[in-house]
T-cell receptor
Framework: DTGVSQDPRHKITKRGQNVTFRCDPI?????LYWYRQTLGQGPEFLTYFQNEAQLEKSRLLSDRFSAERPKGSFSTLEIQRTEQGDSAMYLC???????????FGPGTRLTVL | KQEVTQIPAALSVPEGENLVLNCSFTDSAIYNLQWFRQDPGKGLTSLLL?????REQTSGRLNASLDKSSGRSTLYIAASQPGDSATYLC??????????FGTGTRLKVLA
C-alpha cells in the first residue's frame, strides 16, 4: 500500500477565490472520507463516499463546498468563494471492509487571506 | 448525538513513565473505536482499532481497552519515550462509518 495521498499540501488563496483539493485513497479502498480540522480541535466529518456514491454530507458542508469521486477512485473537494473561516487543515481518509479502520492522508492546509 | 471527550487535554511526563490516556463517549452503541497519533502540522497515524465485540487491542508498547457499558476507552503507553510526544486522538464510529473525534490529548515526554 502506498498510503493515502493529498495534493496540494499547502494552499494560500485570497478571499473569494475558488480552490480544489485532490485525494488519492489506498487502492481497493471503497470508502473515502473528507474531514476538516482547525487548530486545537479534533477533525470534523464533512462527507463520505462509498465507491462513486456520496452517501452522507455534514451540515458543515455549505453550498459553497462540493465533492466528487468519479469512477470510485480519487476524489476532489472544491470550495467556491472562499472565506477566512474556511482556513483549516482538510484531511482525507479511506477504508474498506467491515472493520472500517480509516487511514488518513497528510492533509491540505488551506489559508484564506 | 454522540459526543467524545478526552481528558486530560495536555500531559507532561518524564521519560520511562507508564501513562494512561482517557476517552469517553456518550452513546454506548458504537461500532468501533480507533486511536490515532498526530504530530504537529501532519496527518493522523492509526495506532489501534477496537471493534465493538472486543475488549482490548495491543500493539508493541500500546494497549487500548474498551468498556462500552461505561462509555470509556483507555490508551496505555508503556515505558514512554520522547518520540511518543504528539497529540493522541480517539474517534468513535456509531455505525454510520463516519468518525466523531475527541479534541485530543497533547502528550510531551521529557528526556
Amino acid at each position: 500500500d502506498t498510503g493515502v495521498s493529498q495534493d496540494p499540501r499547502h494552499k494560500i488563496t485570497k478571499r473569494g477565490q475558488n480552490v480544489t483539493f485532490r485525494c488519492d485513497p489506498i487502492s481497493e479502498h471503497n470508502r473515502l472520507y473528507w474531514y476538516r480540522q482547525t487548530l486545537g480541535q479534533g477533525p470534523e466529518f464533512l462527507t463520505y463516499f462509498q465507491n462513486e456514491a456520496q452517501l452522507e454530507k455534514s451540515r458543515l458542508l455549505s453550498d459553497r463546498f462540493s465533492a466528487e469521486r468519479p469512477k470510485g477512485s480519487f476524489s476532489t473537494l472544491e470550495i467556491q468563494r472562499t472565506e477566512q473561516g474556511d482556513s483549516a487543515m482538510y484531511l482525507c481518509a479511506s477504508s474498506k471492509g467491515s472493520g472500517n479502520e480509516q487511514f488518513f492522508g497528510p492533509g491540505t492546509r488551506l489559508t484564506v487571506l | 448525538k454522540q459526543e467524545v471527550t478526552q481528558i486530560p487535554a495536555a500531559l507532561s511526563v518524564p521519560e520511562g513513565e507508564n501513562l494512561v490516556l482517557n476517552c469517553s463517549f456518550t452513546d454506548s452503541a458504537i461500532y468501533n473505536l480507533q486511536w490515532f497519533r498526530q504530530d504537529p502540522g501532519k496527518g493522523l497515524t492509526s495506532l489501534l482499532l477496537i471493534q465493538s465485540s472486543q475488549r482490548e487491542q495491543t500493539s508493541g508498547r500500546l494497549n487500548a481497552s474498551l468498556d462500552k457499558s461505561s462509555g470509556r476507552s483507555t490508551l496505555y503507553i508503556a515505558a514512554s519515550q520522547p518520540g511518543d510526544s504528539a497529540t493522541y486522538l480517539c474517534a468513535v464510529d456509531s455505525g454510520t462509518y463516519k468518525y466523531i473525534f475527541g479534541t485530543g490529548t497533547r502528550l510531551k515526554v521529557l528526556a
